[in-house]
């Protein structure tokens, strides 16, 4: 059965950094598939953060978060990352991973951001960040 399995969160204070780890062994042996980092603060709806494919060719980065956030992997220890700099407030959110592969599940510009075309989720991890 397919896991993915967050770490890292936790609290820190505005102008601090903090990284994420998505550990999943879905696609580390895989030529296609895309994961990417989503959000969800309370009374708002889940926002696409980072992306990542499985090769590290492609990313792309929400407008919210570019320039601060760096998405990368490390396929031999099955293992996303989202580092996270220059943190504010407004980034306190449930942070998740979500992933897909299969045959057309690559990184598309224009559909990495949605929800519905992921299969396998996370649990989430915490991200508080205190002004």
């Known amino acids: 059965q397919v896991q993915l399995v967050e770490s890292g969160g936790g609290s820190v204070q505005a102008g601090g950094s903090m990284r994420l780890s998505c550990t999943t062994s879905l696609f580390s042996y895989r030529s296609t598939g895309c994961l990417t980092w989503f959000r969800q603060a309370p009374g708002k709806e889940r926002e696409a953060v980072a992306t990542?494919?499985?090769?590290?060719?492609?990313?792309f980065y929400s407008g919210s978060v570019k320039g601060r956030f760096t998405i990368s992997r490390d396929n031999a220890k099955s293992t996303v990352y989202l580092q996270m700099t220059s943190l504010k407030p407004e980034d306190t959110a449930m942070y998740y991973c979500?992933?897909?592969?299969?045959?057309?599940?690559?990184?598309?510009?224009?559909?990495?951001?949605?929800?519905?075309?992921?299969?396998?989720w996370g649990q989430g991890t915490q991200v508080t960040v205190s002004s």
């Open positions: 990542i494919d499985n090769l590290a060719r492609t990313t």
């Open positions: 979500a992933a897909r592969d299969g045959a057309g599940t690559a990184c598309y510009s224009d559909t990495w951001y949605t929800p519905a075309s992921f299969t396998y």
